[in-house]
């Protein structure tokens, strides 16, 4: 039995408040220092980064991981590769609890045929991103392995899942490699693949933040955050604010049950695939969207049955919501690198680094000035942010410039989940057959993405074709 005094009893509790002491002092220190108020790093960025200095050097103090310790219930010991730390499953569950927060919404805009396209266009950018991510490393990942005997030839792909979709598929795909495959520190590698994702999202954003400000974006913006109205957090036919149960908590317990119906149901699909769990819940944050949607549907159809008599999920209390998990899912991100992983294959994670970061920037740029040109800016934001730290990256970016979230970026971010999963299903049947068939894959990786980027550009593509046509037509 255990005591109330011990460790056990308070250490998540600990961990928790730890995190959000950090995040507040960092915001004390953006709002304070005028060289960090003006880098416009997001201040969950910047906890993040402030909570993983104290902990390399306590480490280096003690001999210690921080986060190992009594105080966090763990039990003094040197950091355990083999086990995914609690700060790492912390990150795991806030992103699909902020996404499913930000699904179950009632969307402000109707879905036209227009914004049904773009939606689209959304899932196809998110999927050709990643392929242009997996080529490059994996190409990158072969070339190395001819000067560096022994090295593993298809360590290189793990770029798109680190930068692409985030620490937890990075140390999925990582473990799968060196469980299956021998990849020697394929954990590791994975972690600090997306480690070095963060920091592309945070630096490379706040460097695109920053030229935006000098073009004079962000005064008009600024205002907006001011004018709060009754009616941006309460809406008619809502439930009470505080009715014999709290709104915000008819807010969590929805979240919280669209996540445990997320659980049964991949449960479910593990069950018929065997040997595909991992890639299953390494998925947790997608199937939580098609939750949530669904969850969603279900309400709508009990509201116009006349069962639900009021609204029961509240826009503004959700945007709330999803803002903390993914303040606390970039936090616990960032202070779980282990900057003594980066003494392997360093070179190799550099290069990789350098060139996710530098390809991802361009090609969306690419992307949104010709298919989103009424809000290339957040489109922007929110799509480098995703693709290079995850998607609570994006939308921190996003904030910055979008903070009341007009534009339709944040609505296509979440919503693009489901174009993406189809699209994006082929590239998880390749990563299981990489290690083996390197060249083959490749070839594979690059076929695909030639094949997303004409859909992805389809009515320029044709539209050309069609003009080209024209004067011979007329001709005749």
Same mark, same amino acid.
């Given at each position: 039995m255990e005591n109330f005094w011990d460790f056990n009893l308070w250490g998540l509790l600990n961990l928790f408040s730890v995190l959000l002491l950090s995040m507040l002092f960092a915001n004390f220190i953006k709002k304070s220092v005028k060289f960090l108020k003006n880098s416009l790093i997001p201040t969950s960025v910047l906890g993040g980064i402030l909570l993983l200095i104290v902990a390399i050097v306590y480490e280096k103090i003690t001999g210690i991981p921080l986060f190992n310790t009594q105080f966090f219930g763990g039990n003094g010991s040197f950091y355990d590769d083999t086990k995914i730390s609690t700060l790492e499953i912390i990150t795991y569950h806030s992103l699909?609890?902020?996404?499913?927060?930000?699904?179950?919404?009632?969307?402000?805009?109707?879905?036209?045929?227009?914004?049904?396209? #773009?939606?689209?266009?959304?899932?196809?950018?998110?999927?050709s991103s990643y392929l242009l991510q997996g080529i490059l490393g994996l190409g990158i990942s072969i070339i190395f392995a001819l000067v560096a005997s022994g090295f593993f030839k298809g360590a290189g792909v793990i770029l798109c899942f680190?930068?692409?979709?985030?620490?937890?598929?990075?140390?999925?795909?990582?473990?799968?490699?060196?469980?299956?495959?021998?990849?020697?520190?394929?954990?590791? =590698?994975?972690?600090?693949?997306?480690?070095?994702?963060f920091l592309s999202a945070s630096i490379g954003g706040v460097i695109h933040l920053n030229f935006l400000k000098k073009k004079g974006l962000f005064e008009k913006k600024d205002l907006a955050v001011k004018n709060l109205y009754l009616s941006d957090v309460q809406n008619e036919n809502e439930i009470e604010l505080n009715g014999s149960m709290d709104k915000f908590s008819v807010q969590v317990a929805l979240i919280l049950i669209t996540y445990t119906l997320t659980y049964l149901f991949m449960l479910l699909i593990g069950s018929f695939a065997s040997g595909l769990e991992t890639t299953i819940f390494g998925f947790n944050f997608l199937f939580g969207v098609l939750m949530a949607?669904? +969850?969603?549907?279900?309400?709508?159809?009990?509201?116009?049955?006349?069962?639900?008599?009021?609204?029961?999920?509240?826009?503004?209390?959700?945007?709330?919501?999803?803002?903390? =998990?993914?303040?606390?899912?970039?936090?616990?991100?960032?202070?779980?690198?282990?900057?003594? %992983?980066?003494?392997?294959?360093?070179?190799?994670?550099? %290069?990789?680094?350098?060139?996710?970061?530098?390809?991802?920037?361009?090609?969306?740029?690419?992307?949104?000035?010709?298919?989103?040109?009424?809000?290339?800016?957040?489109?922007?934001?929110?799509?480098?942010?995703?693709?290079?730290?995850?998607?609570?990256?994006? +939308?921190?970016?996003?904030? #910055?410039?979008?903070?009341?979230?007009?534009?339709?970026?944040?609505?296509?971010?979440?919503?693009?989940?489901?174009?993406?999963?189809? =699209?994006?299903?082929?590239?998880?049947?390749?990563?299981?057959?990489?290690?083996?068939?390197?060249?083959?894959?490749?070839?594979?990786?690059?076929?695909?993405?030639?094949?997303?980027? %004409?859909i992805l550009f389809r009515s320029f593509i044709f539209k050309k074709r069609k003009n080209k046509t024209t004067p011979i037509e007329n001709k005749e």
């Open positions: 699909a609890l902020g996404f499913i927060a930000s699904a179950l919404k009632p969307s402000k805009r109707k879905f036209t045929k227009e914004r049904n396209v #773009e939606i689209f266009n959304t899932g196809i950018t998110t999927v680190g930068y692409g979709q985030g620490t937890g598929q990075a140390l999925n795909w990582g473990g799968i490699y060196q469980n299956e495959y021998g990849f020697v520190g394929g954990r590791s =590698f994975g972690l600090t693949i997306a480690a070095l994702g949607t669904l +969850v969603k549907v279900v309400i709508n159809f009990l509201t116009k049955k006349k069962i639900l008599k009021k609204q029961y999920v509240n826009n503004f209390l959700m945007d709330r919501i999803s803002g903390f =998990f993914f303040d606390i899912m970039v936090i616990a991100g960032i202070a779980a690198i282990r900057i003594d %992983i980066l003494n392997q294959y360093w070179l190799m994670i550099i %290069i990789l680094g350098l060139v996710g970061a530098l390809a991802t920037y361009f090609y969306n740029r690419l992307i949104v000035k010709k298919l989103f040109p009424l809000y290339k800016e957040e489109q922007f934001l929110v799509m480098y942010g995703m693709l290079t730290g995850t998607a609570s990256t994006g +939308v921190i970016l996003l904030r #910055e410039l979008d903070p009341n979230f007009e534009s339709p970026a944040q609505d296509n971010l979440v919503f693009q989940q489901i174009p993406a999963i189809i =699209f994006g299903f082929p590239l998880m049947l390749i990563a299981n057959i990489i290690p083996e068939h390197e060249i083959t894959c490749l070839c594979l990786l690059v076929g695909l993405f030639v094949v997303l980027n %004409i």
